[in-house]
């Protein structure tokens, strides 16, 4: 997902990550973690805002994203980005590549989901619907053009890896 959007969610839900749980698993930080480990201890000891939170979370999980593609080239890597701009299209080639049967029950529930329901439909059994593609870009309206700015800047090194400049 996209930094600023998924930063732009936390912020929208006032969602706090516990860094200090991190903390708490030495191996983690020692491991998987390590470049990271003085960050998240900073942070678990000293609470930044929602966008500071945000970017780290972010960077964590994209770096380790990153060295799992590196690890295991068979696995199927998708963006969310690029499944919103098409969900029949981009779940039909995934149920291919799996050797899945791409039903129209499950075309529907995709759409349903994506799209929001049709007249007379009912949605999902989580209660998500949205559609797909306008919900893309709400990050633009829910953060602060400083704020843009400021995950652009901080998640550059990992961000790269995964979005274009002209995505931003």
């Known amino acids: 997902r996209h ?91 995934l149920f291919d590549v799996l050797g899945l049967e791409f039903t129209s029950k499950v075309a529907k529930a995709i759409r349903v989901s994506s799209e929001g329901p049709r007249l007379g439909e009912s949605g999902p059994v989580q209660g998500i619907v949205r559609n797909s593609k306008a919900s893309l870009a709400t990050w633009r309206t829910r953060l602060l053009p400083e704020e843009i700015e400021r995950i652009h800047a901080g998640v550059h090194d990992e961000a790269t890896l995964f979005y274009a400049d002209d995505e931003w």
């Open 3 to 93: 930094p600023a959007a998924f930063v732009a969610s936390l912020k929208v839900k006032q969602w706090e990550f516990p860094f200090e749980h991190l903390v708490e698993q030495p191996d983690l930080l020692r491991g998987p973690l390590a470049s990271f480990a003085d960050e998240i201890r900073a942070v678990a000891t000293s609470p930044r805002d929602l966008i500071d939170q945000g970017i780290l979370l972010w960077r964590i999980i994209h770096r380790t994203i990153a060295r799992y593609q590196h690890e295991y080239p068979d696995w199927i890597f998708l963006r969310l980005e690029d499944l919103a701009q098409d969900p029949l299209g981009g779940f039909s080639a």
